[in-house]
């Protein structure tokens, strides 16, 4: 008779990895007993540092009109459109009062037709530059409505929630062992179909399966018999 057998975690927790990088230690051996909060291997932070500082980069951006638009009204922007609108009314009021003198001399017969012509002529340009700097005052009122406020409220939202997932993978580089057991070899690991070895230098990949841990009396075994 010939017997083939394998040992296989009956109750166990897996152990993968919490982002793409290079192991940097590996403090582990499949077989050997592990303790809960026991490092089991720590990975390299560059890349993880790379996409945190992306993260923060785009929060800093999303604050910026997040906040400009949360007082848009009373904001820079606004007040400014609000005095250019001032002025051209004030300078429609005197371009008004200009115009009338001049109709005023011109019944008279004390200016000439083409003065007051030239009169009226301004006073049209000063209407349509009032119009148009009440029109800029308007749309500028709108880039700070409820949608626009919104829609920055939601891009400074993810900009935190990317930023503290990135800072938190940096605090995951070093893997441990969530529970107390026996570190076991995954039946796939080292196949084409399944895990590839880890190994100190090596590259893993976001939720790649590093081992098994067999909790206490959790193994088992089979065999075959020819």
């Known amino acids: 008779l010939v ?13 993968t990895a919490p982002f793409d990088g290079a192991v940097r230690t590996l403090s582990f051996a499949f077989g050997n007993r592990v303790q809960a909060g026991e490092a089991l291997l720590v990975l390299d932070t560059g890349e993880a540092a790379d996409a945190r500082n992306v993260a923060e980069a785009a929060l800093l951006k999303a604050e910026r009109p ?7 009204a009373s904001g820079p922007e606004v007040a400014a459109a609000r005095r250019r609108l001032r002025l051209a009314e004030l300078e429609l009021a005197r371009f008004e009062r200009e115009t009338g003198e001049s109709r005023r001399l011109f019944d008279k017969g004390l200016i000439a037709r083409n003065e007051h012509a030239g009169a009226e002529q301004q006073l049209i340009a000063q209407r349509m530059a009032t119009t148009s700097a009440r029109q800029e005052l308007a749309e500028t009122l709108a880039r700070g409505d409820a949608v626009a406020v919104r829609a920055a409220q939601l891009e400074l939202s993810v900009a935190r929630d990317r930023l503290r997932h990135a800072e938190s993978e940096m605090r995951s580089a070093v893997v441990r062992a ?3 057991g026996a570190m076991v070899r995954p039946a796939t690991m080292g196949t084409l179909s399944g895990a590839v070895p880890i ?8 939720g790649q399966l590093i081992g098994l841990i067999a909790r206490d009396g959790g193994l088992s075994a089979s065999f075959d018999i020819d």
Do not use: K
Request: glycine share 16%.
């Open 66 to 72: 997040a906040r400009d638009l949360a007082n848009w």
């Open 3 to 15: 017997f083939a057998g394998r040992i296989a975690p009956g109750d166990a927790v897996g152990v």
């Open 178 to 180: 969530p529970v107390s």
């Open 199 to 206: 190994y100190a230098g090596g590259r893993v990949t976001r």
